[in-house]
């Protein structure tokens, strides 16, 4: 029975994504409960791949039973494992928030699951075709996600998403046609086991193949220069569109990226083009100029969508060290940040609502007005910056040491010099918050949050606090995919 779980959780997540638009059309009121429990379900499917992935070790599944050169590959390792469950449980938090809201959007619901679906695919894809079939069902649904706000920025940066991303799906298409032509397979671990070959016959090949994944990913990833849909997208999107697409989906690309990179180039590639070089000198570009970016902005959106541009630098850092330490500094970052990034960006939702306001210099005194809401967004900021003990001071604990083992030290200063940078953007609003008065004649009322809508921030920003004075726990999980992805 567990064998099948990789499939189960699609197929459910999908076929969710079906009915819940003929629950809405057939009794509304249900609309929510079969929302919150597909929700729900969803956790424990994600929560028994993670342990399968980590009791039994990876799981290869076939679908139709064909050979593994010749058909669909899913793999179920505790890579897969731990990002399905991270999330699923993200993913919940958010739909909790959107249930809170009163969203009565039988299709936006639809959308999320169809997103949760084509991530958990992209995540467990083992062989690249398929890999691309479902990022492109991420694409379609991504665009539908911002768009459906229906305002003309809301389309605007919808349309720009569509375009750039699709470029990038073009080159990760061309790129993939080339290896299959000069490898004869599509499956990664078949790919990997012609590599050598390959790089001898055709190194040249193999560099346009590595550049054109570099463009093609980049630019779902939105890494530094190639985030340039990536302001306005996230800024004109309903709240929540926003939380999920930051928080968990240009990650994932990130989790495939890299996993093709580990197990079908590295190491004979290094040889060949200096991929770690170019991918470091990226990531810092990203890290220093995507906060320089969020310093100037004067909307809190756009500062949060800025800086998540710098927050994909350091995954993209981790990864490209390939050092133990910092593989493990790039996964727990991942999960640190989506747990940050989906606190701030619906603390930012409720504000929002609360007050009209997205301006940060007309934000002063909502402290005392929204202690809750603020205090959670807070959090978040400090643990951004690096403020021990929150999570977010452990991703760049790692990353550090990671940067010493590959003897980097100028990527040291980099990550430290973040830090202040995103103290730089990050306290300004706190301390406006809490330490300013509006000015006589600008005072402004605050409609009162409800608890459904601020309980799932509450929770997003204690995880910030768990997760940090916890962090052995998922450093367990992290340091079985760290083992995988190094070869051992």
């Keep these: 029975?567990?064998?099948?779980?990789?499939?189960?959780?699609?197929?459910?997540?999908?076929?969710?994504?079906?009915?819940?638009?003929?629950?809405?059309?057939?009794?509304?009121?249900?609309?929510p409960v079969v929302v919150l429990s597909g929700g729900l379900i969803n956790i424990l499917l994600s929560i028994l791949c993670l342990y399968r992935a980590l009791e039994a070790g990876p799981l290869f599944y076939y679908?139709?039973?064909?050979?593994?050169?010749?058909?669909?590959?899913?793999?179920l390792d505790p890579i897969a494992g731990l990002m399905v469950t991270l999330f699923s449980v993200i993913f919940f938090i958010i739909l909790c928030y959107i249930v809170g809201v009163g969203r009565d959007e039988s299709w936006y619901y639809c959308?999320?699951?169809?997103?949760?679906?084509?991530?958990?695919?992209?995540?467990?894809?083992?062989?690249?075709?398929?890999?691309?079939?479902?990022?492109?069902i991420s694409l379609i649904t991504s665009v539908a996600l911002i768009a459906i706000k229906n305002t003309a920025s809301?389309?605007?940066?919808?349309?720009?998403?569509?375009?750039?991303?699709?470029?990038?799906?073009?080159?990760?298409?061309?790129?993939?046609?080339?290896?299959?032509?000069?490898?004869?397979?599509?499956?990664?671990?078949?790919?990997?086991?012609?590599?050598?070959?390959?790089?001898?016959?055709?190194?040249?090949?193999?560099?346009?193949?590595?550049?054109?994944?570099?463009?093609?990913?980049?630019?779902?990833?939105?890494?530094?220069?190639?985030?340039?849909?990536?302001?306005?997208?996230?800024?004109?999107?309903?709240?929540?569109?926003?939380?999920l697409l930051s928080s968990l989906v240009t990650k994932i690309y990130g989790i495939a990226f890299f996993r093709i990179i580990y197990i079908v180039f590295f190491p004979g590639i290094s040889h060949v083009v200096p991929l770690g070089s170019i991918l470091k000198i990226m990531a810092a570009l990203a890290i220093l100029l995507g906060s320089f970016f969020a310093i100037t902005q004067v909307d809190l959106m756009r500062m949060l969508a800025y800086s998540s541009v710098a927050q994909i630098g350091y995954i993209v850092l981790g990864f490209s060290l390939f050092t133990g330490s910092g593989l493990k500094g790039a996964f727990l970052h991942i999960i640190n940040y989506a747990f940050m990034k989906s606190t701030m960006f619906l603390a930012a939702g409720n504000i929002i609502r609360s007050t009209g306001r997205r301006d940060i210099k007309?934000?002063?005194?909502?402290?005392?007005?929204?202690?809750?809401?603020?205090?959670?967004?807070?959090?978040?900021?400090?643990?951004?910056?690096?403020?021990?003990?929150?999570?977010?001071?452990?991703?760049?604990?790692?990353?550090?040491?990671?940067?010493?083992?590959?003897?980097?030290?100028?990527?040291?200063?980099?990550?430290?010099?973040?830090?202040?940078?995103?103290?730089?953007?990050?306290?300004?609003?706190?301390?406006r918050a809490y330490f300013y008065k509006p000015a006589a004649g600008e005072e402004f009322k605050v409609k009162v949050v409800e608890p459904k809508m601020y309980i799932p921030v509450v929770i997003l920003g204690l995880s910030c606090?768990?997760?940090?004075?916890?962090?052995?726990?998922?450093?367990?999980?992290?340091?079985?995919?760290?083992t995988l992805l190094m070869g051992g």
């Design 111 to 136: 959308l999320f699951f169809l997103l949760c679906a084509s991530m958990s695919g992209i995540v467990m894809a083992f062989d690249i075709f398929n890999l691309f079939v479902f990022m492109e």
């Design 154 to 243: 809301a389309i605007d940066g919808a349309f720009k998403y569509l375009i750039i991303n699709a470029i990038g799906s073009g080159c990760i298409l061309l790129g993939i046609g080339m290896l299959y032509q000069i490898t004869g397979f599509l499956n990664l671990g078949w790919i990997a086991s012609m590599i050598d070959r390959a790089l001898i016959l055709y190194p040249h090949v193999l560099t346009g193949v590595l550049g054109l994944f570099v463009v093609g990913f980049g630019i779902k990833m939105a890494i530094f220069p190639l985030h340039v849909w990536l302001p306005d997208a996230y800024s004109a999107a309903p709240v929540p569109t926003s939380a």
């Design 1 to 31: 029975m567990l064998k099948h779980l990789p499939v189960f959780l699609v197929l459910f997540q999908l076929i969710t994504a079906i009915i819940i638009p003929l629950i809405h059309s057939l009794k509304k009121q249900l609309t």
């Design 362 to 431: 007309n934000l002063d005194g909502l402290g005392s007005k929204m202690p809750v809401t603020f205090t959670a967004f807070t959090i978040a900021a400090l643990a951004m910056i690096g403020i021990p003990p929150l999570n977010g001071f452990f991703s760049k604990w790692y990353l550090v040491l990671g940067s010493l083992e590959a003897n980097e030290p100028v990527l040291v200063v980099i990550i430290i010099l973040s830090s202040l940078l995103n103290a730089a953007y990050y306290l300004p609003v706190i301390v």
């Design 63 to 75: 679908p139709g039973g064909w050979e593994a050169h010749l058909g669909i590959a899913i793999i």
């Design 465 to 482: 606090i768990l997760l940090g004075l916890g962090v052995n726990w998922p450093l367990k999980v992290i340091n079985r995919s760290v």
